[in-house]
Nanobody, 124 residues
């Protein structure tokens, strides 16, 4: 079955960096678009970034553009989110998400496949 396991979250000071990883299994990883979605305390889910299966198309929310970078290693079945210049407003649980079907899909669909999430806290 589809499994997505995030890692790399933690506590970091403003201006710092973290790299999140998501190890995928149970499907042909290179065939699927992957997303990062976050949820801050008391707020709804927010799309962060998208990457296509071949890793040549990437998209970012305006709130993270220029600071975050999404990538993937299809040989390792892993997708990454490099987060630089972190701000307190980046504090959230970050989820790795696979599109339900082949194709770009919609990152916030409930019936996508979701990891368990990893907490990122940006605070001094």
């Amino acid at each position: 079955q589809v499994q997505l396991v995030e890692s790399g979250g933690g506590l970091v000071q403003p201006g710092g960096s973290l790299r999140l990883s998501c190890a995928a299994s149970g499907f042909t990883f290179s065939s699927y678009w992957m997303y990062w979605v976050r949820q801050a305390p008391g707020k709804g889910r927010e799309w962060v970034s998208t990457i296509n299966g071949g890793a040549y198309l990437t998209y970012y929310a305006d709130s993270v553009k220029g600071r975050f970078s999404i990538s993937r290693d299809n040989a390792k079945n892993t997708v990454y989110l490099q987060m630089n210049s972190l701000k307190p407003e980046d504090t959230a649980v970050y989820y790795c998400v696979r599109s339900r079907d082949l194709g770009m899909g919609s990152p916030l669909r409930e019936d996508n496949y979701w990891g368990q999430g990893t907490q990122v806290t940006v605070s001094s």
